[in-house]
């Protein structure tokens, strides 16, 4: 089993930053990497960011040049910067069985189709 734990997250006002972690124990994944996910209202839960073994990132289009994956040990790190009130929902890490390079041609919609083990989830509520 893969387990998931994340930390962070919290309300900001336009424009603020916030570090997200998930904490990954358990098995490897070389052969399947870690995605972050959000729930927006209204709307599916779709990819945002995912990052394999060797490091390499996918960022989805409607949040690339202001998130940003990244590890350290096993702990994976979404940095947000710029956010905007449409970035407001909750944030789930998740271990997809995939290789980056098959997620990457999916639509961000149909990520979390492929998900395995979630993290708990955190909230990120971003407002004036």
């Known amino acids: 089993q893969v387990h998931l734990v994340q930390s962070g997250g919290g309300s900001v006002q336009p424009g603020g930053s916030l570090r997200l972690a998930c904490e990954r124990s358990?098995?490897?994944?070389?052969?399947?990497?870690i995605a972050w996910l959000r729930q927006v209202p209204g709307k599916e839960r779709e990819g945002v960011a995912a990052?394999?073994?060797?490091?390499t990132t996918i960022i989805a289009d409607s949040v690339k040049g202001r998130f940003t994956a990244s590890k350290e040990k096993n702990i994976l790190y979404l940095q947000m910067n710029n956010l905007k009130p449409d970035d407001t929902g909750m944030y789930y890490c998740?271990?997809?069985?995939?290789?980056?390079?098959?997620?990457?041609?999916?639509?961000?919609?149909?990520?979390?189709?492929?998900?395995?083990?979630w993290g708990q989830g955190t909230q990120v509520t971003v407002s004036s």
């Open positions: 998740a271990a997809v069985g995939l290789p980056l390079v098959r997620l990457r041609r999916l639509s961000p919609e149909e990520w979390r189709n492929h998900a395995g083990a």
């Open positions: 358990g098995y490897s994944y070389r052969d399947y990497c």
């Open positions: 990052i394999d073994a060797d490091g």
